[in-house]
């Protein structure tokens, strides 16, 4: 039976309703949240708030079968809020600190990210640098306001110094764009994913049409940005799985994208995202190198083969090793590899064993995520028949993966959280000095941007002047992006020509 747990006392209580909800799901996997007084809780946490300027949140949870009773207070000043948006952001992030705070004390259990849930925490890190904050005075926000972690304050700390000498001009590239390409096609859809990816087989019709559309959204975006002298960062090619197509249309795809960009040589970064391994073949190598990509992931996930098959991956883990081996033998300089901790079936003993497989090929950089049950996914939709590993046993996993990363080298370089994540824990991607990815840098900074293109393609565009952030998506479905194609670049362009016009 979920525990039940009513809130009260707070004023305009439906706005709280989702984040508390998040906070919630991070201490108990099933739980009934309710906002309405007179219900017969096993949990009662009563929040007020108070002050003008300066906002004092007080809270008091009681067990009611115990009679426990536990309290908790954060003053906050708001006296700098600009609007009644902002000022609500912040008696928000006042009165999430008194609900962690009493749930910490009432479960033992430590939220090492604190408050922060839908939030980047590196992008934080940054605003609150560029803001002139000194490094000790933002560290000390983030203990004190947000409940962040030592532990995880000096990870966000090497990856914000990181990011800052891969890309020394990263505050100042507002004026140039990034481009993401999605081919929405794979061999077959993991159970995990909820990315626009569907099987190939028999789609050919579906597949000839999906890239005209491409072509043609690359010729006109590509204009534009010829015609203003926009220069273009980093290109990257994601899905689905962008190897699934044939060898003569990534061919052609590639010799677009030097038709139709403006200076593709001066780009600082290409990558294809070669991830199923059973879609890689010589040909299609040979194809990447004829375009000098030579940035590609190859990803694993695991390499025990029972959870392979439990996930719907159709290859086999001597594949994974035989394409690697294949690719760096044809020249292939700078392969990514993606690991997921908490995948079904697997502890730390099978972790560890993937760990010791991926420490034979060393690939140039490793992408390490934690397992999130997105709603969408088959895995979410059928949580029982997928059995995954403790809280504990977790953050074992996490813990070995960056002992491991730092005794071969690896630095950690970009990171992201997800809602839904096992052990609200966090994916990192790691580098060899030197191979870390500029466009992972850009889309998780949102310091430029990003231009969408293909289907289930996201565009995020950032306004150069008050880095406000819009966002618009191309349809996921083949069908839907093919018969609406003119339409969906047409919006892009008038909103790029209200940026960059």
Known sequence: MPLRIQIEGLHDIGRFQRPLEVITGLFFEEYELVLEPGYDADITVALSVSGG??????????????????????????????????????????????????????????????????????????????????????????????????????????????????????????????????IPFCPTKCAYCTFPAYAINGRQGSVDAFLAGLHYEMREIGRFLKERGIHITTIYYGGGTPTSISAEEMDRLYAEMYESFPNVERVREITVEAGRPDTITPEKLNVLKKWNIDRISINPQSYIQE??????????????????????????????????????????????????????????????????FKRASEMTKNKAKYKVADRGEISEMMKAAQDWTKRHGYVPYYLYRQKNILGNLENVGYALPGKESIYNIMIMEEQQSIIGLGCGASSKFVDPKTRKITRFANPKEPKAYNENVVHYTEEKLKMMEALFG
Not at 309 to 314: C, D, L, P, S, T
Request: hydrophobic letters at 40%; one cysteine or more.
């Open 53 to 182: 300027k300066r906002v004092y949140v007080h809270g008091i949870l009681t067990e009611k079968a115990a009679g426990n009773k536990y309290e908790a207070d954060h003053e906050k000043d708001v006296s700098g809020c600009l609007d009644e948006k902002e000022r609500f952001k912040q008696v928000k992030y006042a009165v999430l600190y008194v609900y962690v705070t009493l749930l910490q004390q009432y479960t033992g259990l430590i939220q090492q990210w604190g408050v922060l849930t839908g939030i980047r925490p590196v992008k934080l890190l940054h605003k609150m640098l560029r803001s002139g904050l000194s490094k000790d005075e933002a560290h000390r926000q983030l203990r004190e306001e947000y409940l962040v972690t030592e532990e995880k304050i000096q990870l966000m700390q090497e990856i914000v110094d990181r990011q800052l000498a891969v890309v020394p001009d990263l505050y100042d590239l507002a004026h140039e764009v990034s481009i993401y390409i999605g």
């Open 307 to 372: 959870t392979l098959k439990a996930i719907g991956r159709h290859h086999t883990v001597d594949e994974t090793i035989e394409k690697f081996h294949l690719a760096r033998g044809m020249g292939m300089n700078n392969i990514n590899m993606d690991l997921i901790i908490g995948l079904p079936g697997e502890g730390l003993k099978e972790f560890a064993h993937t760990l010791a497989e991926t420490e034979k090929l060393m690939p140039e950089s490793l992408t390490v995520h934690t397992l999130s």
